[in-house]
């Protein structure tokens, strides 16, 4: 069979772009790997970030309807919702900085996934997409005027052709590798990530999100602890580990031996999901040939599900310009620099914001926290705009740092002209 697009991948992205696509007439193919995209299998965001202009977008949690305003579109979702108002980076010593809007409006809103993606897949259905679960894609081979698919659904192997395909795979796209575009793109870290439910943690504030920092706490990345969509009783825990540190390790010795460790005494954990995430810079230029890398797969680490969203609509459109011999994924690859931060040389406070250890030791992150202790930062939930607003604080008392702390001013001073290779390195 031949259709004009193949898209690879039911995720917020993939469906977003089948569904736009098959409502500007194309004839669209949808393949995903699993059977039922409702169940979450893995650990993923479930939630929208709130910051100002994240993304390059503002949303707006409607009822019945998720709106955004500057792509202009909108998606349905009549399902639960459940706010986050503060965010704490929390230090070995307890010294806390904190995010938090004055009028206590969202920084972030959970949200039911799977029931997100099943109303997107119905939209898809109706338009008229070709859906095929239970279908793993092995490899794709463009060959100029089409591309070639290779995939496995339900034990029988076929090759099928496509004018244009759109790699939707998520974060380990393995049609991104397939095509060659992961050539000259470094990995720099591979994270092995936990998110353990918990019911009985002491002290859990089901309106804020903690992540704890420091070598006290048995890791080098963030532990964080975050609200869960199921109530108020219970909490999920984040555990970020590797190969050499696995989260198993981390999750039991955070719980057990860690500074905050009587939190979880009596706590239970009620259901686990994990998930295997490499770390490569963004494709700057996310198109080759025929094929059209967006979301995760493109970006640097993830773009959440907003930003899957936006990828999906604006691919769409991408691929219908091509198809009429306008640069449709020249205009995509736009759109996509200027929309995520990830593309702009201040990627690099994401590693100074979040990659703390090893770089510095417990004592020092305890000093820098305090700096800005007792200070409320502007709302902040993403992973781009709280280490910088942290890190604008803790500048605003350089001078006392020079002067109280020598060697911490002069180790801030080298991490902050590295490079974002390095200081994953380091």
Not at 74 to 96: K, L, N, R, W
Request: charged fraction near 25%; glycine fraction near 10%; hydrophobic fraction near 40%.
């Amino acid at each position: 069979m031949t259709c004009d697009v193949a898209i690879i991948g039911a995720g917020p992205a993939g469906l977003m772009a089948a569904c736009s696509a098959a409502e500007k007439g194309l004839r669209v193919l949808l393949l995903e790997k699993f059977n039922d995209i409702s169940r979450i299998r893995r650990a993923c965001c479930q939630q929208f970030v709130m910051d100002e202009n994240y993304e390059s977008e503002n949303i707006r949690v409607e009822a019945g309807r998720i709106v955004f305003p500057a792509n202009g579109f909108e998606v349905a979702y009549g399902g639960p919702t459940h706010a986050i108002t503060d965010t704490y980076f929390t230090s070995p010593g307890g010294h806390a900085v904190h995010f938090s809007y004055p009028d206590k409006r969202p920084i972030a809103i959970k949200f039911d996934k799977g029931l997100l993606l099943q109303g997107l897949l119905e939209k898809c259905l109706q338009a008229g997409v070709e859906y095929q679960p239970e279908t793993l894609v092995t490899t794709a081979v463009d060959r100029g005027d089409h591309v070639e698919i290779s995939l496995s659904r339900r034990r029988t192997k076929k090759t099928i052709t496509a004018k244009k395909i759109i790699a939707a795979d998520g974060v380990n796209s393995r049609t991104v590798q397939s095509l060659g575009m992961n050539e000259g793109r470094p990995c720099f870290a591979t994270a092995l990530c936990i998110i353990y439910s918990l019911e009985g943690v002491r002290e859990f504030e089901p309106a804020a999100m903690r992540w704890h920092m420091g070598r006290a706490y048995h890791s080098f990345g963030p532990v964080i602890l975050d609200p869960s969509l199921r109530g108020d009783a219970i909490a999920d825990l984040v555990v970020m580990g590797s190969a050499q540190l696995r989260p198993e390790q981390i999750f039991k010795d955070f719980t057990t031996r860690g500074p905050c460790a009587r939190m979880y005494e009596q706590s239970r954990v009620v259901s686990i999901t994990g998930c295997t995430v490499k770390a490569y810079p963004s494709l700057m230029t996310p198109h080759k040939g025929n094929c059209l890398a967006i979301g995760d797969a493109a970006a640097y680490v993830e773009v959440e599900v907003q930003g899957g969203l936006m990828c999906g609509y604006h691919a769409a459109a991408a691929v219908a310009g091509e198809l009429e011999g306008r640069a449709g994924f020249d205009r995509y690859t736009q759109w996509w620099r200027k929309s995520f931060e990830f593309n702009s040389e201040q990627a690099l406070r994401v590693a100074q914001g979040y990659a703390l250890v090893p770089a510095y030791e417990d004592d020092e992150i305890d000093y820098l926290f305090g700096l800005v202790e007792g200070r409320v930062l502007d709302g902040a939930y993403g992973q781009y705009k709280a280490p910088r607003l942290m890190w604008d604080a803790i500048f605003e008392h350089r001078d006392r740092i020079a002067r109280e702390r020598p060697g911490l001013h002069k180790k801030i001073k080298n991490i902050s002209q590295a490079t974002l290779a390095d200081t994953f390195k380091g």
